[in-house]
């Protein structure tokens, strides 16, 4: 790996907002280092070529917008970057949603202040539920999302299983 890691909240000019918030009220947040990127090198692939960062020790954050009776609720999925989320079967079910499809691009920044390409769990609005493939967990340290795409956290996969409103499912990636 070909990163200038540090502690993320000594450098909270590298996070975005609501990640530098999030961090300061939550008990792991010495666990999570952050380090400065290419922003052009944001999306994973190029990430992980450029920074000799093995496709399974980053981790994405995918937001999806679960219907049901007329209500829009939001969720995030995160899933080892060589997999995908079960979009259309165990997050439908687990939400309890008729449909279940990736939030748009501009509602999804709008809604949790952060970078698209950059968005991360840590940080989310209250009340998103957070689900989490166990896979990530067992990962050992990933690298995420910063909520900017000028940066990457690296933590350890555990530690999302702490983020409120996290849910650990077996089998979520597909």
Known sequence: MNLDLGPALDRSALLAPP?????????????????????ELADTAAFCAAYDVPLGRSANCVVVAAKRGGELRFAACMVLATTRADVNGLVRRHLDARKVSFAPMEQAVTLTGM???????????????VLVDAAVLAAGAVIIG???????????????????????????AG
């Not at 939550?26 to 400065?36: F, I, L």
């Not at 970078?115 to 539920?129: F, K, Q, R, S």
């Not at 900017?148 to 849910?167: Q, T, W």
């Open 19 to 39: 990640v530098v918030a999030a961090l300061r009220g939550w008990s792991r947040a010495g666990d999570v280092r952050v380090a400065p990127i290419d922003a």
């Open 115 to 129: 970078e698209y390409g950059g968005i991360t769990p840590v940080g989310l609005p209250a009340g998103w539920p």
């Open 146 to 172: 910063s909520g900017i795409r000028g940066s990457k956290l690296e933590l350890p996969g555990e530690a999302l299983a702490d983020l409120p409103g996290a849910v650990v499912l077996e089998g979520l």
